[in-house]
């Protein structure tokens, strides 16, 4: 059996207050009756109703004029707004400070029922609100929870990444063929524009996308001291520079990016330039049309020469590889002096 609707009924109408008690008790209510507003104020400071009937013309203090009292109360029950006036405005201003609804009193027996009518449905509604807002609640509780794992799991991805490439540097030291140890510190370097994409999530309060050209500030800055100037011991190695425009990326496309800003670099400090020339080495992200970017790296070195692939051409696959998950592929300006490699992708 259900609980009974708690209804607390203010007017100074006593003969209608009884008439309202009798005939909604009939029908399961509780009913309370306060004859002003002062009254009705204190029985919802000091008890539960459900849902409050307000009248609007009483001695002292109107109905509008406690309404806003009312629903500023720290749990306030939907007010149903009574009124014997038939000026639709006064229905209009309850309705606009916040009353459920209004029902237009009279003696007769429609009255009661179109009260009790009204009272239902502001139950409803209300009841309808809180679920809602329940439901929200837990939607908001999950993706909390759901984004602390996946901050986790990136954490740990990028602490397990850090350990690999921890192992790698024990291993170059036990290596003494130089051969070995260059494909180990190629190694490495992929490596770390990969550990570097979940280090930026793990600490970015945004999970599903990722800040590019912050990304590749950090991603060339590691670069410079794997294969930049004073690198293993060389202080003629090229030099590294960026210019990115602000843009975010998913997570997928950061990895693609970064693993092919990675293997351009490497293969322009490795070639561009002969030994102890230097030289520069730019890196550029910038928008361009249609809600496309481009990303460019560019030397000042010979080129491309008879465009046949220098060393094992693993560094050739895995570009392609990394490019074709973006839907798109790496091209090669042919005007440009040195090797000017282009990548259009869409954002």
């Keep these: 059996m259900s609980a009974a609707i708690r209804l607390l009924y203010i007017d100074d109408d006593r003969g209608l207050s009884r008439l309202v008690q009798k005939e909604l008790g009939r029908h399961g209510y509780e009913v309370t009756c306060a004859p002003d507003a002062d009254a009705g104020y204190a029985a919802l400071q000091a008890g539960v109703f459900d849902v409050c009937a307000l009248d609007h013309y009483m001695p002292g203090r109107e109905g509008l004029d406690v309404l806003p009292d009312i629903l500023d109360l720290p749990s306030p029950p939907p007010v149903v707004y009574v009124t014997g006036?038939?000026?639709g405005r006064i229905a209009v201003a309850a309705l606009r400070a916040g009353a459920a609804d209004y029902v237009i009193?009279?003696?007769?027996e429609d009255f009661t029922a179109l009260l009790r009518s009204a009272i239902e449905d502001a139950l409803l509604r209300r009841r309808l609100e809180r679920e809602n807002e329940l439901a929200q609640e837990e939607v908001r509780l999950a993706r909390d929870r759901a984004e602390a794992m996946l901050r986790e799991v990136n954490h740990r991805v990028g602490n397990s990444l850090q350990l690999v490439s921890s192992f790698i540097s024990l291993q170059l030291r036990q290596l003494a063929d130089e051969g070995a140890r260059s494909a180990l510190r190629e190694a490495q370097v992929r490596i770390e524009a990969v550990a570097h994409v979940h280090r930026r999530l793990y600490t970015s309060s945004d999970l599903a996308t990722v800040a590019m050209d912050e990304?590749?500030?950090g991603l060339v800055e590691e670069l410079g001291k794997s294969v930049g100037p004073g690198a293993g011991g060389d202080e003629t190695s090229p030099r590294l520079t960026l210019r990115a425009e602000h843009m975010r990326v998913t997570t997928d496309q950061a990895?693609?990016?970064?693993?092919?800003?990675t293997e351009l670099v490497t293969n322009a400090v490795k070639y561009a330039y002969a030994p102890g020339e230097g030289g520069e080495i730019r890196v550029v992200l910038e928008t361009a049309a249609e809600g496309r970017a481009m990303l460019t790296v560019e030397d000042d070195g010979p080129g491309l020469g008879d465009g046949a692939p220098k060393g094992t051409g693993l560094g050739s696959k895995i570009v392609s590889a990394?490019?074709?998950g973006l839907r798109s592929t790496v091209e090669?300006?042919?005007?440009h002096p040195g090797v000017r490699a282009q990548l259009v992708f869409d954002l």
């Design 105 to 108: 009193k009279d003696v007769s």
């Design 215 to 217: 990304y590749l500030i």
């Design 255 to 261: 990895v693609s990016l970064g693993v092919i800003v």
């Design 322 to 324: 990394m490019a074709g």
């Design 85 to 87: 006036a038939q000026d």
């Design 332 to 335: 090669f300006d042919a005007d």
